[in-house]
């Protein structure tokens, strides 16, 4: 794993807004963020599964999240700066933004991949991080330090059979992070990506459905990268994409 000691109340007084936040990793970010000390803004396709964050992070006694139901498939440009306008009304500021959300699509022969699905993908995946970054940018910029990380995989920097849309879209979150992290160099606001490698979640049991779960890594194994990112003690870093495992 990524080699970070986590200490308690690093993120104390810092707003975190984490996409995908009701499932997988994007679920324990939150729950990890929350325990130390950040107030959290779940994002997430599912309004039962963000409640269920928000009551464990309650009855845990951590700050008091927020919840954001928005399916980033159908979400316009308007939806995105309306969501920073509530953001930076309700906190004055936005310390990060986990960029978690994203689809799988399908695992096919590059001939086959269905036209729906690639555009399905992409909108997820690449524009809709695009619009959230686009608009999340000035509320990220009124932090003293802050932090936007996206989320790549394995196929983002190395094409493999099969992976079609996904490892495409992938690749273009790498490029987006690239762009925006030259764009911002000597500013407060630093720029990066994780990689989580193979993590247990839904999305790994729909690629690798016949896997034995207990031989890879679980969401709370891969959070001392995350935490880190989230942190001051990566304020340096920047352009990165890193490993978490
Ligand atoms: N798990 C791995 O092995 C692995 C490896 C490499 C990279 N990654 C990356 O890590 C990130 C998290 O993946 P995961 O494994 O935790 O996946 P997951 O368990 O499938 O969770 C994905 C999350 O994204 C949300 N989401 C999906 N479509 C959305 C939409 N249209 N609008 C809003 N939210 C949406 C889901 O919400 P709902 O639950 O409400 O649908 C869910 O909370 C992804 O970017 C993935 O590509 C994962």
Not at 37 to 45: D, E, N, P, W, Y
Not at 215 to 224: L, Q, R, T, V
Request: charged share 15%; hydrophobic share 40%; aromatic share 8%.
């Amino acid at each position: 794993m990524f080699d970070y000691s986590i200490t308690p109340e690093i993120l104390a007084n810092k707003t975190i807004l984490i996409t995908g936040a009701g499932a997988g990793i994007g679920r324990q970010a939150a729950l990890t963020y929350a325990e130390l000390g950040a107030t959290v803004i779940l994002l997430g396709k599912t309004v039962a599964k963000l409640e269920s964050v928000y009551d464990e992070i309650l009855a845990s006694g951590y700050p008091e999240p927020a919840i954001v139901p928005l399916d980033m498939k159908g979400a316009s440009k308007q939806n995105y700066i309306d969501l920073t306008s509530t953001i930076v009304g309700q906190f004055g500021k936005l310390d990060g933004v986990l960029l978690n959300a994203s689809m799988l699509g399908e695992l096919t022969p590059f001939t086959q991949v269905n036209e729906q699905i690639w555009h399905d993908v992409m909108k997820v995946n690449v524009s809709a991080q695009f619009l959230l970054a686009q608009a999340l940018i000035p509320g990220l910029l009124k932090a003293d330090s802050a932090s936007l990380v996206f989320t790549s995989s394995g196929v983002g920097s190395k094409g493999k059979a099969y992976w079609g849309a996904y490892s495409v879209s992938k690749f273009a979150t790498e490029g987006m992070m690239q762009v925006i992290a030259d764009e911002y160099e000597n500013s407060s606001l630093r720029t990066n990506a994780v990689n989580p490698g193979a993590t247990n979640t839904n999305m790994r049991s729909s690629a690798y459905p016949a896997e034995n779960k207990s031989s890879i890594a679980s969401p709370e194994d891969i959070m001392p990268l995350y935490v880190y990112l989230m942190s001051d003690d990566s304020r340096a870093i920047n352009g990165q994409c890193l490993n978490a495992q």
